[in-house]
């Protein structure tokens, strides 16, 4: 198929009780290793990626092998660009085909995150792509930027619902105790926002930093109104994981296929879990 765009795909998720996965891709190991997985469990998926990613290799690259790897199979996939962090990045993902940006200015000041979303939500929604904001942040470290304790802040309720009114974005993503990277110590989420949160909004809600959470709060959250859930730490150590056993027991090869694949290997497996957790199985038409 096609890559599609989030929007059905979101809409699709709270309506039914359920959340999309969203993976974050370094490569094309990880690509393949994503899709390959929501293919096997026939469930919808998104891969993103970040500025970060975007630096190492550019977006018509990541769109190339994510539109390629789509055309062989059933299942709908999005490309999503993940923490947008200005106009300039999310004109560039949409540029290269891109079918889902987020902007992420959750660390501005309420008013200028608002102006910002809204102009990016008003270019994307003019080539039909739907947008992902933010407000409240996300902690630990996003990309480059390491969240430092003075920068966090849980979503407002109330503030959400006008900023979502006001944007026009299509899903906004949440602060609720969450934190990208692997968490120190357990993760504690603010479930009474999320509620609160959801009463307020009608749009999709997102869950960010997602690995490291446990399943059951992750099915918890998804209880509560979470059709979105993003995976990046632990697809990173997943492949390097693979990869790095496979050296131990080959230290000879060579030969990047070999190690790669291992690799992919990891990954998908991770996936097929985490795909059955957001109970995702099966919805893929
Ligand atoms: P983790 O790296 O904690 O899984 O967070 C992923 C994420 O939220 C990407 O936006």
Redesign the pocket.
Known sequence: MALMTTKEMLLKAQREGYAVGAF?AENMEMVQAVIEAAEEMKAPVII?T?PGTLNYADPEMFYGMCAAAAQKVSVPVALHL??GNSFEMAARALKAGYTSVMIDGSKEEFETNVTLSRRVAEMAHAMGIPVEGELGT?G?K?DNHEVKDSEKAYTDPEQAGEFAERTGVDSLAVGIGN???FYKGDPKLRFDILEETRKRVSIPIVL?????IPDEDVKRATGLGICKV?????LRDAFSKGVKAYLKENPDTYDPKKYGAAGREAVKKLVLHKLEVLNCQGREG
Request: proline letters at 0%; zero cysteines.
């Open positions: 974050n993103q970040t993940d923490h996300v630990g996003e934190a990208h990277g960010h930093g997602a690995s490291g993003n995976f990046a730490t632990e």
